[in-house]
């Protein structure tokens, strides 16, 4: 009773090593329950050998008397019942060793078959954690083909991927028979057959072997062979091609492990080229934000920052540098006669013909337009200064050539050479304009040197001032508004107030035509206060008389002058409280360059502005020195896309480019994005596509006076 309670509460595994007779409770190998059923045979067939001789014996031995009390007859009975109980019991036990022995082949098999797929799988892992740790493409391709090896032990392969619309193209292979250069159409080989039907195909035996035996040299080919392709979120990209190593054959199990691996090496191919698009849209960002697009060279922004460099630059006494501003004369007639992609080559050519004139060490600039600068380095007088602007104007001994036709120009050149007056690069920039148009005045295709004594410069600013001064007291000035849209849905959100100069004989003048004049004067400060004042009087008026459904923001443009001077806050601070207009609905917009200059006062100034609640906007945004460290340091809440990107976004690859770079931009910042200049359909459902999400134009209304503008959004409302 006791022995049958201890076996019931043995195991499955330790009751058949005790019915086969072992002492270990360990699980039975294989081969211990071969060499018990070999005991069993021997001892069974010694006991019928003995049985035999028995039976014989008694059988054939007549001569031997037997005891009076052995009966031969009994005896030959119990010697049968003995065998047949013995083969009883061997038979059983035979049954028994050999269900045990089926039992542990199942439990090898399945033990082999399980640690292959383990192995799989953690090829698997490791195949993805390694090609996750790559972001170069080559590297990444160069990772798959090396891990398919180590899963299915090739012996040499190929990654295709999609070039086009129904084209593979080889880009990576390893191996001395992989093909390399390889380009095959969808529906072409089982490259091709595979990215049609995008299902993976196991290639057993040898394709067109009297076609291979034809080719002296070839390698052997491969006798089994494995394509899957390569699928990342519904997109083919390509196809991952694999051949076996000589004497193996693939089956239907390893073309599915090698179709899971396609997933992740798809997944890693994506992630790789998403990484090197970003990269490349990154750095085409930063190169277009100091280049200008048009001739590749450095813009203003750069420019400018060349010139600080080199003032700061330790130098000896004798050692001076100079700023030679160029302006093409008569430009404008290229662009009226022949059109402004004629001009736009010509402008090219200027460039390049620019490039090879100077020296290596001179940087050399386009301002916009027809205007250019070189900034010369190193010289020990104006003389010198003025050699390197002949050197210049020879270029143009030689007529540029456009569609056939030659095309003769001049240029008129201004220089600023450094002085103890004209240390700093505004300084510079603003003399060399001066002698510019000194330059142009006195009958073009001149090289003037900026002197002090220039008079001419000095009383057209007076007169300016003077002008815009008397604009100012007798009330010329007046603030026109532009309506700011949200593109989704279309209703307006803000307005921009624009300064106006009703002037008595030239009429309505945009801001354009007297406010950089303005700037030189030191008239800007003067004219930004009276427009803020205005413009947020104007918006309270509005409130009162139109019923809006939403509050409107006010932007209004700062300027640089004005947004360096120290009384710039409190003056803000003083039109908010006489206005009644909440901070948060005034946005003060400033252009790019502005920023650049005297940046720590600048920066005082705008976080001071930040914390009143006013929001900052970054004006022109794309057409200046627009880095991100910019948009980290200083505390701006909107960009403006300038209206040269708006103006080619349907046509210019590059500027729709641009735009969406800047959205996107915007909404990783958490920045505001407005488009200027919109003029086009086109255009707004463009910026719709791109989700971008204000903008403003003449599409959808043009700058009005404040009486036509509270009729527009009564209108609108």
Request: hydrophobic share 45%; glycine share 6%; proline share 4%.
């Amino acid at each position: 009773m006791r022995s049958s309670e201890e076996t019931s509460g043995l195991t499955l595994t330790e009751r058949a090593a005790r019915i086969a007779g072992l002492r270990s409770f360990e699980t039975p190998t294989l081969e211990d329950v071969e060499y018990r059923r070999l005991q069993l045979w021997m001892l069974t067939l010694s006991l019928l050998l003995a049985v035999a001789v028995a039976l014989a014996t008694f059988t054939f031995w007549h001569d031997l008397p037997p005891p009076a009390w052995f009966q031969p007859q009994v005896l030959q009975w119990g010697l049968v019942g003995i065998v047949i109980l013995f083969c009883a019991y061997a038979i059983e036990k035979e049954l028994q060793l050999r269900r045990l022995s089926q039992l542990l082949v199942e439990e090898r098999v399945l033990t082999t078959a399980l640690t292959n797929r383990l192995r799989e799988v953690s090829s698997l892992l490791e195949a993805g954690k390694a090609m996750n740790l790559v972001l170069d493409l080559q590297e990444v391709l160069e990772t798959i083909l090396n891990c398919a090896h180590e899963l299915l032990g090739t012996r040499d392969g190929s990654i295709m991927l999609v070039h086009g619309e129904d084209e593979l193209r080889t880009v990576y292979a390893s191996g001395k028979s992989a093909a390399r250069g390889a380009r095959l159409r969808f529906g072409e080989g089982i490259a091709g057959r595979v990215a049609t039907t995008r299902e993976p195909l196991l290639i057993s035996g040898i394709i067109d072997p009297e076609r291979r035996a034809r080719e002296p040299g070839a390698h052997p080919p491969p006798t089994s062979s494995l394509s899957v392709p390569l699928i990342h979120r519904e997109m083919l990209l390509g196809v991952l091609n694999i051949n076996a190593a000589e004497g193996h054959m693939y089956n239907e199990h390893q073309l599915r492990a090698l179709s899971l691996f396609g997933e992740l090496a798809a997944a890693a191919i994506a992630n790789a080229r998403l990484y090197e698009e970003q990269r490349l849209v990154a750095s085409q960002n930063v190169y277009q934000a100091l280049h200008d697009l048009l001739t590749n060279l450095p813009n203003r922004a750069l420019f400018l920052d060349r010139i600080t460099h080199a003032l700061s630059r330790r130098r000896r006494k004798d050692q001076l540098l100079a700023l030679l501003f160029l302006d093409l004369d008569d430009f404008k007639l290229i662009n009226d006669s022949l059109g402004h992609s004629a001009g736009d080559e010509v402008l090219i050519s200027f460039a390049e013909r620019l490039r090879n004139c100077v020296r290596s060490g001179d940087a050399i600039a386009r301002f916009g337009g027809d205007e250019f600068a070189v900034l010369v380095e190193d010289i020990s007088s104006p003389p010198h200064a003025v050699a390197a602007a002949e050197r210049i104007l020879a270029i143009f001994a030689e007529p540029f050539t456009v569609g056939g036709r030659s095309v003769w120009l001049r240029a008129s050149v201004g220089i600023a050479v450094e002085s103890l007056v004209a240390s700093s690069a505004e300084t510079l920039l603003r003399n060399a304009d001066t002698a510019k148009n000194v330059a142009k005045s006195q009958g073009k295709g001149r090289i003037v040197v900026f002197e002090e004594t220039m008079h001419v410069d000095a009383l057209r600013r007076l007169d300016l001032e003077v002008e815009l001064q008397q604009a100012i007291d007798q009330q010329q000035l007046a603030v026109h508004f532009q309506p700011i849209f949200a593109l989704m849905p279309n209703r307006v959100v803000g307005i921009e107030a624009l300064v106006r100069w009703h002037h008595l004989e030239k009429g309505l003048l945009p801001a354009a035509a007297f406010l950089p004049l303005a700037e030189q004067a030191g008239l800007m400060v003067e004219i930004d206060r009276w427009v803020m004042r205005e413009a947020c009087e104007t918006l309270k008026t509005l409130r009162a008389e139109v019923p809006l459904k939403a509050p409107l923001w006010l932007s209004v443009n700062i300027s640089p002058t004005h947004l360096r001077e120290a009384g710039l806050v409190d003056q803000v601070v003083e039109v908010l409280t006489a206005t009644g207009l909440e901070a948060e609905k005034l946005v003060l917009e400033v252009t790019e360059s502005a920023i650049l200059i005297d940046t720590d006062k600048v920066s005082t100034h705008l976080n001071s502005l930040k914390s009143l609640g006013v929001k900052l906007a970054l004006d022109d945004f794309g057409t200046g020195y627009s880095s991100l460290s910019h948009l980290r340091r200083f505390p701006v809440d909107m960009v403006k896309i300038d209206r040269v990107f708006v103006d080619g976004i349907t046509t210019d690859k590059g500027a729709n480019a641009l735009v969406q770079a800047i959205v996107r931009l915007g909404r990783g910042l958490n920045i505001e994005v407005v488009a200027e200049g919109i003029e086009q359909q086109s255009q707004a459902d463009a910026l719709q596509q791109l989700r971008c999400p204000f903008g403003q134009g003449w599409y959808f209304c043009e700058a009005l006076p404040p009486d036509a503008l509270a009729s527009f959004l009564r209108r609108s409302m």
